[in-house]
């Protein structure tokens, strides 16, 4: 199952956690943030927390 962009619904690749593609995230938050929030949800992915069907942005 594709996952989508939650703002222009663009398929992702499903590389990374986060459900934004890369355009939409860096207008929306900036690159470095947009970076930042990939590496933070892709960490959380890969400790286990996103197999608890827990899908919350790590703080
Ligand atoms: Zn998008």
């Given at each position: 199952m594709a996952k989508k962009c939650v703002y222009c619904s663009a398929e992702l690749?499903?590389?990374?956690?986060?459900?934004?593609c890369e355009r939409c995230g860096i207008s929306v938050w900036g690159e470095k943030m947009f970076q930042a929030i990939k590496d933070n949800m892709n960490a959380a992915r890969d400790s286990g927390d996103?197999?608890?069907?827990?899908i919350g942005i790590a703080s």
């Open positions: 690749s499903g590389e990374n956690a986060v459900d934004v996103l197999n608890q069907g827990n």
